[in-house]
């Protein structure tokens, strides 16, 4: 274990002093930033747009004075030069709207699920007095702002840019002035971007008044970038909101050392904004061990006890300060997860190289990839400029670099931005036209008591097909149950549950009445029918594998069906799940003479799940949660050969008897005369 002198568990702290010249590379291949290379010309150029080098003048001292952010916020009076630069709002906690994204080039999708929150730590050796080197994070926000530049990539929604403080080697007023000139290239495309300030910045807790950092990064400045909520009074912490995902986020930006006041502050910016899910950064909480782990400092300690811990809204934090990068994860006082993660890579070749991480959520898949890269060193690659140290930095994939995070977002958040349950839809919204049957299970029993003997459910069309309840002999009374689970779209809030099975076959079922008219039908126009089901845990491939949710008496035998593709005795219709929980549509079509068979891939158990198969007259689909599957045949299929005789649900018969019965539950089932497009499903 490295130590510190905050006793950090395991980190090298960013206290480094400035030193001498950069060395030289011995390497063959070189980026040199001072000779005559694309790098070099790139950072001239930057040097003399700042106003640090004269045209055609050497390197030298900086002698900058007052930052030319914060000199032309005094000029309209935005600014608070010499007065701790607060610039206070009427409302320092942000309760109602926050800022409008000004004009410029961001434009982040709000409702994709997924999204990515660019992180950048510590950038001190890229402000270093007269050693600047402000290429690399001039890169790494062209990365940012550059959509084009990222198409097709996992950062194409990026929504939000965090620096973790320490954005100049001594907070000196001179390194402010060409750091802001970096930060500009954000303030011009209108970028959601936070910035905090480290223990390179500045001194003492944000009660310290009047700096340079304060002076350059203004809550006027923070009040003109997208998404910005508010700042504390003394001006060194402030709060955004974005929206991603289709919801609202907030991130704090605190200062590195938050006073009495500060941490008032941000429990009143977070206690105003009760739903939000919350991001703390901030420069220092956790240290990392050799192993990758990581564990709270001592001011962490402080951290943790004075907002995050019983900030149920507060899901994950970051800070730069140590090195090398780790994370950990602790329970708050709710009892949920907060991740805590370090990362810092001025330790590393170039000071870091202007290194940022990106963390990709994906709110579908329920996980943030993490992903760490330099876009600087990426372009030298692009540019054949690539030194051999340099390669070995343009991406860091070392399992505390490049991770996933497993999180239910929806869980998560739940204690207090609850997902409200969808409403049960009335029977009479589902009859679209052409329904031929819909069956749902909402008006049964109680929840976990049986079926009883004789019961019938009704068709919620009124035409008459209507389902019997059969049951095997033998079979226990509570081989069918009825349920209030259910899948969250499903219209009825109710289901049934099956205790059947084949080897021997036993268990109870429905049937279609006889005389049902939806017995006779052959479905030449086409069809829609849609099931919503859930397999159990205990499902065994053995004895429930093959056992079908929707059927139809009489086999392929009986009907005539004598094709290579034809088995005599199965049915000729089955909507069945494999012993490996595949789902199969095998019909036997009014056109052919053998079997049409649609698969899906491998469902998982103890999850609920909508089937929809559809048949424009053609051409046969199976869809799995409103999705295509890529298993369906090209070939013509029209209708549904019929034999006048019942469908089952939950039974399965073979040479004309039943042989199996379904394990698992199952919901609403609606069958269409027509072919319905997703958006007409049940479960849209």
């Known amino acids: 274990m490295h130590g510190s002198p905050d006793s950090a568990p395991g980190s090298h702290q960013a206290h480094e002093t400035s030193g001498g010249e950069d060395g030289q590379c011995a390497c063959p291949r070189t980026a040199d930033l001072d000779g005559e290379g694309i790098a070099a010309a790139s950072r001239r150029t930057f040097l003399r747009g700042a106003g640090v080098l004269s045209a055609g003048a050497a390197a030298a001292g900086l002698l900058g004075t007052a930052p030319a952010y914060a000199a032309a916020d005094s000029k309209d009076g935005k600014g608070a030069k010499g007065s701790g630069g607060s610039g206070k709002d009427d409302d320092p906690y942000g309760q109602t709207a926050m800022t409008p994204a000004p004009r410029g080039k961001w434009s982040p999708d709000p409702d994709d699920p997924r999204f990515t929150v660019v992180v950048m730590p510590d950038t001190q050796y890229m402000f270093d007095q007269d050693r600047i080197h402000p290429v690399p994070v001039e890169a790494s926000f062209r990365y940012v702002l550059d959509p084009a530049g990222r198409a097709g990539g996992d950062d194409e929604n990026i929504v939000f840019l965090a620096h973790l403080g320490d954005v100049t080697n001594n907070g000196l007023a001179e390194e402010y002035t060409a750091a802001t000139k970096v930060f500009d290239m954000l303030d011009r495309a209108g970028a959601a971007y936070g910035v905090l300030a480290g223990n390179h910045d500045v001194s003492g807790d944000d009660q310290r008044g009047s700096t340079p950092y304060l002076q350059t990064f203004t809550p006027a400045r923070a009040k003109r970038t997208a998404g910005y909520h508010s700042s504390s009074p003394d001006g060194y912490n402030t709060s955004h909101v974005f929206k991603a995902g289709g919801r609202s986020w907030m991130l704090l930006s605190l200062d590195w050392r938050l006073s009495e006041q500060g941490f008032a502050w941000a429990n009143a910016v977070i206690k105003a904004n009760p739903t939000l899910p919350v991001i703390v950064t901030t420069h220092e909480i956790v240290g990392s061990y050799d192993d990758g782990t990581a564990g709270l400092s001592d001011y962490g300690q402080q951290m943790w006890d004075g907002l995050i811990k019983d900030n149920d809204q507060i899901f994950l934090t970051l800070n730069g300060h140590y090195w090398p990068p780790g994370s950990t994860v602790m329970k708050n006082s709710a009892g949920n997860d907060v991740h805590l993660h370090i990362t810092n890579y001025q330790d590393r070749y170039y000071g870091g190289a202007g290194m940022i991480r990106s963390y990709r959520f994906d709110l579908t898949r329920g996980v943030i990839d993490v992903a760490t890269f330099s876009p600087w060193i990426r372009e030298l690659a692009a540019d054949d400029e690539l030194n051999d140290l340099a390669a070995k930095e343009i991406e860091l994939t070392s399992s505390v670099d490049r991770f996933s995070m497993a999180i239910d977002f929806d869980q998560r958040f739940a204690g207090f931005a609850p997902v409200p349950a969808r409403a049960a839809r009335p029977a009479r919204r589902m009859l679209v036209p052409g329904t031929l049957a819909y069956w749902r299970f909402d008006e049964g029993g109680k929840s976990g008591s049986n079926v009883a003997a004789g019961t019938v459910v009704k068709d919620q069309t009124g035409q008459g097909n209507d389902l019997a309840l059969h049951s095997v002999s033998g079979s226990a009374a509570d081989a069918l149950t009825w349920t209030g689970d259910h899948h969250p779209d499903q ?21 279609t009445v006889d005389g049902a008219p939806i017995n006779a039908e052959t479905f030449t126009r086409g069809y829609t029918f849609e099931v919503f089901f859930k397999v159990p845990s205990d499902w065994d491939g053995g004895r429930n594998g093959w056992s079908s949710m929707l059927s139809r008496s009489g086999s392929a035998g009986k009907a005539g069906k004598t094709g290579a593709s034809a088995t005599a005795d199965e049915p000729v219709l089955t909507l069945s799940l494999s012993s490996s929980i ?60 019929a034999l006048d005789l019942p469908f ?21 089932v609606r069958i269409v005369d027509r072919a319905l497009a997703p958006s007409s499903f049940m479960n849209a």
């Open 491 to 511: 219209p009825g809030h109710g289901s049934l549950v099956f205790a059947g099975q084949g080897n021997p076959v036993t268990g109870a079922y429905f049937r």
């Open 582 to 641: 595949e789902l199969q549509w095998n019909v036997y079509p009014v056109n052919q003479d053998g079997a049409a068979t649609n698969w899906s891939h491998l469902l998982q158990q103890e999850e609920w799940w909508h089937v929809a198969v559809v048949n424009d007259g053609r051409i046969t689909k199976l869809y799995v949660n409103g999705c295509e599957e890529g298993r369906n045949p090209n070939s013509t299929n029209t209708g549904l050969t």
């Open 648 to 668: 089952l649900l939950g039974g399965y018969e073979w040479a004309g008897a039943v042989s199996q019965v379904f394990h698992g539950s199952i919901g609403d």
